[in-house]
């Protein structure tokens, strides 16, 4: 159980519950594509240069979604910035920008971005999620914390702001409120996938095995589970001490160095090592 390694290695445990806890932050962001390569990011540019009309920053807006769509998110935050260059800025154009950067793992840059949303935008809750997720890639749940209260006290039940918000809570290792999140989601959605996959990665890390496998073991067992689940599940084993299931799990989807490096971390969670 997690709770008897803190009785022997308690700081060590914790260091170690916080690498696995970036596995529930990567559910949240899940879907992000890879770091643009070759050239990095483009440079935010939206203050200099020429204004843009309405027509031309509308016309820039359509190429800058089809480029996201086509997964050219260099090119796609290029041209949101260049339709940026008008005034006053759509807030839900800028809402898109940083949705941008976040699948693109620019988290400084989505911040930035998202932190120009004024307060009585209409998009200001999406900005607000996006702002706590780009905090949670960065390491700063607590920041995120602050940023998804304030989400949810203008959408106490929008299940985006819970699902972060238990991420979130779970990364400060305050398990109990995490699983209230989940579950408040799940209360009114019952099928919702990343609550239930959330719920139970955080049941394992507060050493409630058994709800946790009920919760994923169906989900990692359907034809069309995403990798993520499987993994989930593969840490769950892993957890437990169930070496051989943990590690047919993560021979499904990772390379064969990648899984034996897991298993490896998950002995040394388990032995509370540094």
Not at 26 to 47: E, H, K, Q, V, Y
Request: proline content about 4%; glycine content about 6%; hydrophobic content about 45%.
């Amino acid at each position: 159980m997690i709770e008897s390694l803190g009785s022997t290695h308690p700081s060590r445990v914790r260091a170690w519950l916080r690498g696995l806890l970036c596995i529930a932050a990567a559910l949240a962001l899940a879907g992000c594509a890879d770091t643009i390569r070759d050239g990095g990011f483009p440079a935010d540019n939206s203050g200099s240069g020429a204004s843009l009309s309405q027509s031309e920053s509308a016309a820039t807006l359509r190429l800058a979604r089809a480029s996201r769509t086509a997964g050219d998110l260099a090119s796609a935050i290029s041209l949101y910035r260049q339709a940026a260059r008008t005034k006053p800025v759509d807030p839900a154009l800028l809402a898109e920008l940083g949705d941008t950067l976040l699948e693109a793992k620019a988290f400084d840059d989505a911040i930035d971005v998202y932190s120009q949303i004024e307060a009585t935008a209409t998009v200001r809750t999406s900005a607000l999620i996006g702002l706590a997720k780009a905090e949670i890639a960065l390491a700063e749940p607590a920041k995120a914390l602050k940023n998804l209260d304030l989400a949810q006290s203008a959408e106490p039940k929008d299940p985006r702001v819970l699902v972060n918000r238990g991420v979130a809570l779970d990364l400060l290792e305050r398990h109990a409120d995490a699983q209230a999140c989940y579950r408040a989601v799940l209360a009114t959605t019952p099928r919702h996938v990343s609550a239930r996959n959330n719920l139970a990665l955080s049941l394992a890390l507060s050493g409630q095995f058994a709800e946790a496998l009920d919760i994923i073991t169906p989900m990692a067992r359907s034809s069309g589970a995403p990798p993520r689940i499987r993994q989930n599940l593969a840490v769950i084993y892993g957890l437990m001490g169930k070496r051989e299931e943990a590690a047919a799990l993560s021979r499904k989807d990772l390379d064969p160095a990648t899984a034996d490096a897991n298993l490896r971390f998950f002995d040394l969670v388990r032995a509370g090592v540094n």
